[in-house]
């Protein structure tokens, strides 16, 4: 297993899962200088555990459900599998699918529309390492 470099660890950046075109180009124009979004229907293409832990938090849509994704299913890769901390910020979705999600340990909750704003105000939380 590589070791991650302080360069990596000092990187800004998050991952956006949603399968919603629109609602990650509104992200896209909402990420700060100096920070990089990166969108993944599929953690395991960003590499391993270390590799997921690099990133400063997830942006998770609960409206997107296709055969090939659940977000249910990546909360509980975070959570279970990779017994990873990294916050998981959901937006979207039904209160049943809040409620599974608060039970598979997502971390906080809103409404789509506020997507941008809170990003805005994630990045500028987890600037740690200027």
Not at 17 to 34: C, E, H, K, N, Q
Not at 115 to 129: K, N, P
Request: net charge negative; proline share 2%; glycine share 4%.
């Amino acid at each position: 297993m590589s070791q991650p470099t302080i360069e990596a660890r000092l990187q800004r950046k998050f991952i956006a899962m949603s399968g919603d075109a629109v609602w990650l180009d509104a992200l896209r124009s909402a990420v700060p200088a100096g920070w990089q979004m990166v969108e993944t229907l599929d953690l395991e293409s960003l590499g391993e555990f270390q590799d997921i832990l690099l990133y400063r938090f997830i942006f998770l849509d609960l409206d997107t459900l296709t055969d090939a994704f659940d977000p249910q299913d990546a909360i509980r890769e975070v959570r279970m599998a990779l017994m990873l901390n990294v916050a998981i910020f959901c937006f979207g979705g039904s209160q049943d699918e809040r409620d599974q999600a608060r039970l598979n340990r997502a971390d906080r909750f809103f409404e789509r529309e506020e997507a941008a704003a809170r990003l805005e105000l994630f990045c500028h939380q987890y600037r740690w390492g200027e």
